[in-house]
């Protein structure tokens, strides 16, 4: 393989040319566009906001989850469930992570809510056994990885969060 370079030349005129210095800079450059193309591929599968990367869904029996794992700080989000086959619904969401987030909205509306050990409980009463949406909208206060487990009807689902400065 034959390495194309620059070619040197001598001559007599008396300049300071840092060849050396140049042709460095050529290669910091070509790094720099290959980082900036790996940045920009990333951002668009999803690592800083909605995307392939970031989208998570769960599923367990009849209840499935869908959040995003990497978010910006104070950018909403929606931590979106559906659960069949359930007239009434509890949700229990630990302290320690409703402490990083501030709950924007809870659809639908017309549910009780109680703290207790540790946990905030949201009860919704659907009357029907086919699928229920439950929406929490909740808007990031504090950056850093987050993690926390939810008790949906006593099952265990947990949360992982990275929230972006």
Sequence with gaps: MKRIGVERIEH???LEEKLDQQLKGWMVQKIGRVLIGIIILLTALGLFG????SNKK????DTSLQYER?????????????????EEIQIRIPLQYLDRFKVEKVVPEGYETATANGYVSYTFKSGKTTE???????????????????LV???RFQLRHFIYP
């Design 12 to 14: 007599s005129l008396e």
């Design 50 to 53: 909605s995307g392939l990367l």
């Design 58 to 61: 769960i599923k367990k029996n």
């Design 70 to 86: 990497f978010l910006r700080y104070e950018k909403e989000m929606d931590v979106q469930w559906t659960i069949a086959g359930q």
């Design 132 to 150: 229920t949406p439950v929406h929490f909208y909740l808007n990031p206060q504090k950056t850093g990885n987050v993690t926390g487990e939810w």
């Design 153 to 155: 009807n006593k099952q």
